[in-house]
């Protein structure tokens, strides 16, 4: 068993069923190691970049480490690819892993394991790493449509903390409704509304349905010519938020130019907040992702011409 500090607190990615289940998890771990039970902060990415670490000692996971987390007595438990190495931060690492199963395997060393726990951390681990070979994949992709659907901190509240009552919960009637009825309709409509970002990227309208599951229905049918599809949408605040997703590991590195990052194939980014209309943020990915070509050199007889014609211009130079 890894000896891990006792943290002042926990954090997690706001925005994914992974991030809600590893973060109640660590909660729990932490009660069992250190017999308290620290407070849960989560963030959306572009709230957690801005986040000051005042903290001596705290427990972070589904964000990727990097080298302001690298620190004396905290810890970073994730799957997110990074090229920071470990020198002072405890960091635990599987990128064939979601960040739940990462904190799940702790905390069953130390006992806190159930049926019900390896259930959800299953569903959890198919969603977050689209495992769609996997036989509880449409199951797994509407418990994570939970979250989507009612927002991290309302899901939180409505389950009191006790993440064993998310299994077979009411409202996962409602997230198979809506699979099954909105997402031919969503699909459909996108199918036709798909436009040319760049050479690799294709930009799919969405208007119904699961985001996820259209875009990978989409890359499936090859219904575009690009390896990489994206979504946009607009979060509290007027955020837009870019989706990228792809079969062959192409979506991280477009994510990487838009200073954002993910999975290989399942990334993200948030665009400028002085973007603030999607047809800006069309604009913006276009000029980002197909740069201007670099300007030729320019040729030394066309300098001399240049020379020529301003040395004609000067007064008192016959024209």
């Not at 705290?58 to 990074?82: K, M």
Request: proline fraction near 7%; charged fraction near 20%.
């Amino acid at each position: 068993m890894i000896a891990l500090p006792r943290p002042e607190v926990v954090i997690t990615h706001e925005s994914d069923l992974d991030g809600l289940v590893a973060g109640l998890l660590m909660q729990q771990l932490a009660q069992r190691m250190h017999n308290q039970r620290p407070p849960l902060e989560a963030y959306a990415a572009d709230h957690w970049r801005q986040r000051a670490l005042r903290e001596s000692a705290a427990w972070v996971a589904d964000f990727a480490l990097e080298p302001r987390l690298d620190l004396s007595n905290w810890v970073v438990l994730d799957h997110h690819p990074t090229q920071t190495v470990a020198k002072n931060a405890v960091h635990v690492f599987a990128p064939d892993k979601s960040a739940a199963l990462i904190v799940y395997e702790l905390c069953r060393e130390q006992g806190l394991g159930s049926p019900e726990l390896d259930r959800l951390v299953h569903l959890c681990n198919v969603s977050d790493l689209f495992l769609r070979d996997d036989p509880d994949f449409l199951t797994a992709m509407d418990h994570a449509s939970l979250v989507k659907s009612y927002q991290f901190w309302n899901l939180h509240d409505l389950i009191e903390g006790e993440l064993e009552r998310l299994l077979d919960h009411p409202l996962l009637e409602v997230m198979s409704v809506k699979r099954r009825v909105e997402d031919p309709i969503g699909c459909q409509w996108s199918r036709s509304h798909l436009v040319e970002i760049s050479p690799t990227v294709g930009l799919v309208d969405m208007v119904l349905g699961n985001q996820n599951l259209i875009l990978d229905q989409l890359l499936e049918e090859k219904a575009s010519p690009h390896p990489v599809l994206a979504s946009l949408y607009r979060k509290g605040g007027g955020t837009i938020i870019v989706s990228l997703r792809s079969r062959n590991g192409e979506a991280l590195a477009i994510a990487q130019r838009l200073q954002g990052g993910g999975h290989h194939n399942a990334a993200g980014a948030v665009l400028p907040r002085t973007i603030q209309r999607i047809p800006d943020a069309v604009d913006y990915l276009r000029k980002v992702l197909n740069p201007a070509p670099p300007r030729p050199a320019t040729p030394f007889n066309s300098l001399e011409s240049i020379f020529d014609e301003i040395q004609s211009a000067k007064p008192g130079n016959p024209q």
